[in-house]
């Protein structure tokens, strides 16, 4: 698939990206660069609104005056009020094209004295939100996948080498990224097939702008490179 193709969704109603997890590292820089690509529309979820308006600022920035960013402030692991968001943002941006779910606490987790309920919490992030997301937004994704032949339905997961290769300091995440992956492998399983784009960012070490290759630029124009050739060639992940 071409740019010139990449670029025709754009006047089609389905141009939605809905980004959840905003934050201004990977979340910034794929959802912008996605954005500046592909989407006008652009949804974003965090639970900090005063740093949502920070990324729609920095969107807006980055993609020009063709953007149209709004803002939902939530914990994904409120259910009700994830399903309302999603309904809401459909209800004012359209349907959703692709969805770039990208919520985690990336933060230590010691073996033994951590808090049971802390890992309960991560796993609700990374992996029952994510449920609840995909079971929303997959009906749409498949009837967009049927209706335009030049769409690209997407649900697409940040995640890592945890799943694969855990770090005992950060148990609760690698676990949690384990079953996510997973998840994300049925879906992609039932999926896959019938048009959507289910997959993963793999980024493999912490992400920092002064690293070479795990700075926010560089795994935004890998993951778009990738994602751009999905539709000729899908694969369920790339490896950064
Ligand atoms: N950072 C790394 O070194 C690294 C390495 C490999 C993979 N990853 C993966 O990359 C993704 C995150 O990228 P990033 O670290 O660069 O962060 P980021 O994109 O800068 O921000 C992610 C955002 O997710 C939001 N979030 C977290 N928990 C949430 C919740 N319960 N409900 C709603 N929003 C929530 C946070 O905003 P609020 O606080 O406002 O909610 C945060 O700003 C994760 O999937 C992570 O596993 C990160």
Redesign the pocket.
């Known amino acids: 698939m071409t740019n010139v193709d990449l670029l025709k969704e754009r006047s089609s109603p389905a141009c939605l990206e809905v980004t959840?997890?905003?934050?201004?590292?990977?979340?910034?820089a794929v959802t912008s660069l996605f954005a500046s690509k592909r989407y006008n529309n652009v949804a974003l979820?965090?639970?900090?609104a005063d740093?949502?308006s920070i990324e729609k600022s920095a969107i807006e920035e980055a993609v020009g005056p063709q953007a149209k960013v709004k803002i939902y402030?939530?914990?994904?692991?409120d259910s009700a009020a994830l399903s309302k968001a999603l309904e809401n943002i459909e209800a004012e941006l359209g349907k959703p094209g692709c969805i770039f779910?990208?919520?985690?606490?990336?933060l230590p987790s010691e073996l033994l004295t951590h808090a049971v309920e802390d890992m309960e919490y991560d796993f609700?992030?990374?992996v029952s939100?994510l449920y609840v997301c995909a079971q929303r937004v997959i009906p749409r994704l498949l009837q967009l996948a049927k209706s335009e032949t030049e769409a690209m339905p997407a649900l697409i997961?940040?995640?890592?080498m945890?799943p694969l290769n855990p770090i005992p300091q950060l148990f609760a995440?690698s676990l949690v990224?384990a079953a996510q992956r997973n998840l994300m492998q049925s879906l992609s399983m039932a999926y896959a097939s019938q048009g959507i784009h289910v997959g993963l960012i793999?980024?493999?070490?912490?992400?920092?702008p002064t690293d070479k290759v795990?700075n926010?630029t560089n795994i935004a124009a890998k993951a778009w490179e990738w994602f751009a050739q999905s539709k000729e060639k899908p694969t369920f992940e790339v490896m950064i």
Request: avoid cysteine; charged fraction near 15%; charge should be positive.
């Open positions: 959840i997890g905003a934050g201004p590292g990977i979340g910034r979820i965090g639970r900090r740093q949502l402030a939530l914990d994904v692991v779910y990208n919520a985690a606490r990336v609700k992030i990374n939100a997961v940040t995640s890592s945890l995440l990224k793999n980024v493999g070490g912490p992400v920092s795990w926010p």
